[in-house]
């Protein structure tokens, strides 16, 4: 993702960012593999279907929390922004496809990859909406 | 919202980074606020007044550039 600043409140989210990552990169195939190998069903099957989904969330709290943690406001309002870029282009890429989906029969789009648009967007729209600021 | 801030930082031979350190913001904000495509909060307004020792108004106006560029500091304390 495009670098907003290089202040300590950035330099704590990207350190957040990449140790949530880092956990969900660890606890993704750790899921697979004991669903793959042990078919847990029954109550402890929910619990640790959902536990990959926590970092992910993660990452939106830990966005979050740097907004609340920035002190340069002209930085606060880009990452308001882009979220909000990143919210639109999700609503947009998911509601496109699913009419896609209904009429055409387009690939199902499995609903995990909706965090991965919005992450997506809202990287992309950084460099934009700084550069119009330039 | 147009701004002296490019004259009084050249006033006083800083660059945006300077300026930039002074304020505790990024060289971008200073940038944007500079180039009016960002206009600052009351705070930091009021941070920017204090640094160049004048007043809000002195440094920003709806007036067009060619009225408000030619003002000086020392011009707005004698006003």
Known sequence: MKCLTNNPAARRFYRRFLGTFVLYALILPLTTLVFVHYHPTGPLAYPLAVLPAIPMLGLLAIFGLYLAEEKDEFQRTVGVQSMLCGIGGTLTVTSVWGFLEDYVHIRHLDPIFTITIFWVFLGLSIPVLLARYK | ?79
């Not at chain 2, 944007?32 to 920003?60: C, H, N």
């Open chain 2, 1 to 79: 919202m147009k701004n002296r801030l490019r004259v009084l930082r050249a006033e006083r031979e800083w660059s945006q980074a300077d300026l930039a350190q002074r304020l505790e913001v990024s060289r971008q904000s200073v940038n944007a606020i500079e180039t009016g495509k960002f206009d600052p909060s009351l705070p930091l307004a009021f941070k920017l007044a204090r640094l160049f020792e004048t007043t809000i108004e002195a440094i920003f106006s709806e007036e067009t550039d060619s009225e408000f560029s030619g003002r000086t500091v020392a011009n707005d304390k004698l006003a």
